[in-house]
């Protein structure tokens, strides 16, 4: 019996190259070469677009992989049939440039589509707020109750009289929503990889709860001690 294999797994190389090739998967022919150019970004920008995905715990780094967090796959359920993800209307785009460019097309015209494309794509995400997934919170290590929240740059427990919580930037690097997870029901991180100290090195720790409920780093090397 004949099985389909899953795609491979992106690294960040073959993720730059198909953003840079982005129109390959596009159907029509004459939309498909009309983006044979163009892609996802620039290459001055492309390797920016992962980090900022990144940061904003769309997607993580797992070893050599690229992978998607359960927030990236939730927004990708969401968009995945709307026009805003569609890549041929990127190819479209690019043939109504062409032809402006030909003197075949009023330029006017493509504005007003531009208008009405964007008009269309905020109808179909409003109301989207409403169907989100709601993410979940997380047991407080302090207070024991169901009641941490992540947040843009801190993680705290939304029990006033608690008063757990940690900051997300930890040595210029934002910690991602499993790397909290990790922290508050275990106790620590994983290795967090370009942490930067305040001499400016740079440097490889886990993060690790105290007795006290602040963090502390611990080194692959004072592990190995113990």
Partial sequence: E???????????ATLLSAMENAGKEVKEDDKRKAMAECG???PATRANIIETLILRDYIR???KSI???????????????KKIANAEMTGSWE??????????????????????????ICEELLPLSSEQKSYPVYRCPKCGQQSVGIYAKVAKCRHETCGFYVFREVCSILLSE??????????????????????????????????????????????KRK
């Fill in 2 to 12: 004949h099985k389909t294999k899953p795609k491979p797994l992106y690294t960040e």
């Fill in 40 to 42: 996802i970004g620039t």
């Fill in 95 to 120: 043939l109504a440039l062409a032809a402006i460019e030909a003197g075949q097309m009023p330029a006017e015209k493509f504005a007003k589509g531009i208008n009405s494309y964007v008009g269309t």
């Fill in 61 to 63: 780094r797992d070893r």
């Fill in 67 to 81: 992978i998607p967090t359960e927030k990236g796959l939730a927004v990708y359920e969401i968009v995945k049939n």
């Fill in 178 to 223: 499993d790397n909290i997870r990790d922290l508050i029901s275990s106790g620590r991180t994983p290795i967090l990889k370009g942490l930067t100290s305040k001499a400016g090195k740079k440097f490889n720790a886990r993060l690790v709860l105290k007795d006290d409920y602040t963090t502390t780093f611990e080194f692959e090397q004072n592990k």
